[in-house]
């Protein structure tokens, strides 16, 4: 039975309005060797109760009571859990479109928004690279006939990661179409009995507090790209003291977010910079070995101060909306 209230509970998400056309410029191709080459590594926490990362999968579970219950599997590879590439890259993407008011990626079709100066820039036909204008997002993250300048390695777990199962009532998203992107909240999870139910469904979960690490690489990228990147992955500088980095709000990652799952921190632990170009397999990775001089603090500094990129209002509103509110109970049922 549905509980009933009489008021209905407050939505886990919000909304960042679409508003002007994207910026457009020409993409950096991959033959050059200018600005900011190298790799990341970042530790990812888990801060909201549970991470669901899905493999596609059931398995079967025994629960307190002895029966045997389906569930949907978290992701591993070789047996390992992991955090698959794409759904960091995805996450990180996401809040990157939003805050430099790129293109709506095809990835999100699903709630594609009612702009059309927003929809996904348009194929790089071969030969045809001078004509090509791509949007913030796309220039870092790559579109159909352009690869990225990004990408993430699969996140494997920091010590023991132990899974747990928990249920959680069906999702029905609400379809509704606007001129904004969505984005969940991070609220508390309201906790269910494990007695198999109609309409609910069972989620192999890492609790909050498990740790990931993943290494974020990089190529080409100009300071006003690293900027908006380590602002999509939730860092920020303190609002009254510029020279101090903060945790600007936590990201999202996997599924179950209309529950309030996925709320992740990402730490960062490494930086390697390669200082000049180079072919010889072996010569790149030594020169990557070379820690930045000052180490990770003073370029993330360099990176946020540049905000070329940057939609302020778009990120202001992220900032503030994207708090925890962790004293707020997440809808258990349809809302
Ligand atoms: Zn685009």
């Not at 004509?131 to 920091?158: E, Q």
């Not at 990228?221 to 690293?226: I, P, R, V």
């Not at 180490?295 to 900032?319: C, I, M, P, T, Y």
């Amino acid at each position: 039975m549905m509980a009933r209230r009489s008021e209905p509970e407050p939505k886990p998400f919000f909304w960042v309005l679409l508003d002007e056309s994207p910026q457009k410029t020409r993409p950096v191709f991959h033959e050059k060797f200018e600005g900011w080459t190298g790799r990341l590594v970042w530790e990812i926490e888990v801060l909201s109760d549970y991470l669901y990362v899905g493999s596609g999968n059931l398995d079967l579970v025994r629960l307190p009571d002895g029966r045997e219950q389906a569930r949907y599997a978290f992701a591993r590879r070789d047996g390992q859990l992991v955090i698959p590439a794409t759904s960091i890259k995805g996450a990180v993407r996401a809040v990157f479109e939003a805050i430099t008011n790129s293109c709506v990626s095809q990835r999100n079709r699903r709630e594609r928004p009612l702009s059309t100066a927003h929809m996904a820039c348009g194929l790089v036909r071969k030969g045809k690279e001078e004509k090509a204008r791509l949007c913030p997002a796309c220039r870092v993250f790559g579109t159909t006939g352009y690869r990225g300048r990004v990408h993430f390695s699969d996140a494997v777990p920091v010590g023991e990661v132990r899974t747990e199962t928990i249920k959680i009532a069906d999702l029905w998203p609400p379809r509704q179409v606007r001129k904004a992107r969505k984005f969940y909240q991070t609220k508390a999870f309201q906790k269910q009995d494990l007695h198999p139910r109609k309409n609910t469904r069972f989620l192999e979960v890492v609790p909050k507090g498990s740790r990931f690490r993943t290494t974020l690489y990089f190529e080409n990228l100009s300071g006003a790209e690293m900027g908006a990147l380590m602002r999509a992955l939730g860092l920020g500088l303190h609002s009254s003291k510029p020279n101090t980095i903060v945790y600007a709000f936590p990201l999202k990652l996997g599924g179950a977010k209309p529950r309030c799952l996925g709320s992740v921190r990402f730490h960062p632990r490494g930086v390697f910079i390669q200082t000049s170009p180079s072919t010889d397999a072996d010569d790149l990775w030594q020169r990557f070995l070379q820690s930045a001089p000052g180490g990770v603090k003073n370029l993330l500094l360099q990176w946020l101060q540049s905000e070329a990129l940057l939609d302020e209002e778009a990120w202001h509103q992220f900032r503030a909306e994207a708090q925890p509110q962790t004293d707020e109970a997440c809808p258990r049922e349809v809302y």
